[in-house]
Every structure is written in C-alpha cells, then in structure tokens.
C-alpha cells in the first residue's frame, strides 16, 4: 500500500484505526512520538543540553498518558474545547479548598547561571505570594526541579496543605511524579520526595508555556542575578493578571 506523507500523518491523528492495531489512544501516542523526534533533532541541530536521557518511546507514553487524564479531567468537569487547542494557554483556578503553585525554572547559556521563580494563587484566582532565587551553576532540568522544591517550600510556609503544583516542563513534572526514579546527577529530587511526604496533599500538573507567564516573569527576575531571592506577598506591576 502506498500514501504520500501527509496524508500518512493525517490518517494516524485522525483515524487511528486505519493502521493501528490497537485502536487505543494511538492518535495521542503517534503525535508524541512524532513531536519527540522533532524536538530532539533540533536539539542537535542548534547545540541545546538534553534535560532528559530516556528514550523518545519512554517519553511519549508520558506524554500521552498525561494527555489522556486532562482530557479526563475536562470531561468531568463538562469542559469542551476546539479541535485546533492543544493544551491550556491561560492559567486556570485550582479545585475549592486547593492553592495552584506555578513554578518555572531558566538557565542562562553564557555562563551557565540557573534560577527559578513561583507564584501561589487560590481557589478564587487571588494572589497569595509570589517568590524568584538565584540558585548557582546547574542544567536546565536542575531549574525545574529547584523551582518545583522551592514553590512546595513557599507554599508550606504560607500555611496551605492542599497544593496543586504546575510547570511547564514535562520532563520535571515527570520526574516529580515517578518517586521510584533517581537519575544521576539531580540531587535535588529525594529533597522533592521528602518535603511531598509531609502531612498534606499535593498534586503535579503540566501547564503550557502561555499558561505559566507570571512564573517565567519572576525566573527571568531571578535569573538577572541582583540579588539571592525575593519574596512577594503583593503582586509586582501586572503579574496578578498573568
């Protein structure tokens, strides 16, 4: 049988019957997997770090596993959306009674400087606090990772005990939620494992880069290097409509 090349791509995403031997959200797996390969060639192309050495397989399970709960989630929650979105764009409030944690993390490619930033916001979308740190030398996945530990610290000295933390890394958000891993090298995740062992709930989630603005905003503060970290109990300029 012979298929030209886009119309191959459009019958896995949108008729994943028609190759698939198992029908079951392959249209999910196909464009992960597809997505992957991209991603990783032009990480090779233009020289970037790999945050990440598993396999694009291992990777786009994750992916679609993740795709299949949100969509999950937004059938309970009677939430519908165009064919065209993938993904959330804008913040979303966390369930009643939850505070949401938004944390992202950023490396600088000069001299290899990382730093990470948060923002805590409640159930009625109100700001609760806000912090940026410079952290030292490390990868970009170390960024991640600190900014997910520091905004669970923030979030545990304000007080709150049901956290909803997100980023817009996958592979942190990855990382975080399989307690069994311990990649080499990221000493920062038995610290993670501990402080979510503590007496309250937390959960971790996956927000798209344009959901996560208010974060990045505070890490691009950290990551300037002025000081060693800042706190915000008031929003600063128009962060508390990002």
């Known amino acids: ?6 119309a191959w791509l459009i019958k896995n995403l949108c008729e994943p019957a028609y190759f698939a031997r198992e029908e079951t959200d392959w249209n999910m797996m196909f464009g992960a997997v597809i997505w992957y390969i991209w991603k990783q ?18 990777r786009s399970r994750w992916l679609r596993d993740w795709s299949v709960k ?11 959306r165009g064919g065209a979105q993938v993904g959330l764009t804008v913040w979303a409030m966390p369930e009643q009674g939850w505070v949401k ?20 916001r409640d159930d009625d979308g109100g ?25 669970l610290n923030f979030a545990w000295d304000l007080g709150f005990r049901r956290v909803m933390v997100e980023s817009d890394s996958q592979n942190a958000i990855r990382l975080v939620s399989d307690g069994k891993k311990r990649p080499r090298g ?8 501990a402080i979510c062992d503590r007496d309250w709930e937390v959960a971790f989630g996956f927000v798209c880069r344009e959901g996560n603005k208010a974060a990045d905003i505070l890490t691009k503060r950290g990551i300037m290097g002025v000081i060693e970290g800042e706190v915000f109990i008031i929003p ?7």
Do not use: H
């Open 1 to 6: 049988m012979e298929i030209e090349f886009k």
């Open 41 to 58: 060639g032009n990480t090779k192309v233009f020289g970037s770090d790999l945050d990440d050495t598993s396999s694009v397989i291992e």
């Open 70 to 80: 949100a969509l999950a989630l937004d059938n309970r929650m009677g939430i519908t």
């Open 101 to 120: 944690v938004n944390v992202d993390g950023a490396r600088r490619k000069g001299d290899g400087v990382i730093a990470c930033g948060g923002v805590v």
């Open 127 to 151: 700001w609760r606090g806000g912090f940026s740190r410079l952290i030292g030398i490390g990868s970009v996945i170390e960024a991640e990772l600190w900014a997910i530990y520091d905004g």
């Open 186 to 193: 990221l000493s920062i995740l038995p610290y993670i494992v």
């Open 236 to 242: 600063q300029g128009n962060l508390c409509l990002c």
